[in-house]
């Protein structure tokens, strides 16, 4: 079983106790208790439990979509390339969060969003000229959806006070870019290409 599909089953099943739990705040990012605390924990537990299976299920479809061809890509690298990606992209996603609210008592996260916006970024500078599915319908050159995604969330993350932390996804994803460029600098130079091609 690969990477990928290992974090699945184990994220799908820790978010099914994770549901019924009384005790699940533990696993939450809480950053006031990160800091105050010292339950660092929580940066990399919040990643495996979901508040409920619609956020479950779109952020593993996500993962299983992309993954995959990512964990290939990146093969060459061993435990350096997806699962150093995924992780990294944990801490990333959680890193704005750490900062902002270090002091708000009230401020909860959980999810898997960062990890999986950096394996979703991860793919696309890897394949820019991919075609991707737009809010799932709308079709859009890879390397597109990235400028859009990064956008879209930029927007959101100024403007949201909703339960979206659009800062985690942003995080994330930033990890994604740095990360891929590291391991394949082409990839940069491929999707400066293609998106050039399609302004041109």
């Given at each position: 079983m690969g990477f990928t599909?290992?974090?699945?089953?184990?994220?799908?099943?820790?978010?099914?106790?994770?549901?019924?739990?009384p005790s699940r705040a533990n696993l939450m990012l809480i950053?006031?208790?990160?800091?105050?605390?010292s339950e660092w924990h929580r940066v990399l537990t919040h990643a495996f439990v979901h508040a409920d299976w619609m956020h479950l299920a779109f952020n593993m479809f996500v993962l299983y979509e992309f993954g995959n061809t990512v964990e290939r890509d990146l093969g060459h690298?061993?435990?350096?390339?997806?699962?150093?990606?995924?992780?990294?992209?944990?801490?990333?996603?959680?890193?704005?969060?750490?900062?902002?609210?270090?002091?708000?008592?009230?401020?909860?996260?959980l999810g898997a969003s960062g990890a999986v916006s950096a394996v979703l970024m991860s793919f696309i500078l890897l394949h820019p000229d991919t075609t991707l599915l737009l809010f799932l319908f709308i079709p859009v050159p890879a390397v597109l959806a990235g400028v859009l995604?990064?956008?879209?969330?930029?927007?959101m993350d100024?403007?949201?006070s909703g339960h979206i932390a659009h800062d985690a996804h942003l995080g994330g994803a930033l990890v994604g870019v740095v990360w891929t460029i590291f391991a394949k600098p082409e990839a940069l130079a491929l999707s400066l290409k293609s998106l050039w091609s399609l302004l041109g």
């Open positions: 599909t290992t974090v699945v089953v184990l994220t799908v099943a820790s978010s099914w106790w994770f549901m019924k739990s950053p006031y208790r990160c800091h105050d605390q690298m061993g435990w350096f390339g997806l699962p150093f990606l995924y992780v990294a992209g944990i801490v990333g996603g959680a890193i704005p969060a750490l900062g902002k609210h270090k002091s708000n008592r009230n401020y909860r996260s995604f990064f956008w879209y969330e930029s927007r100024k403007r949201s």
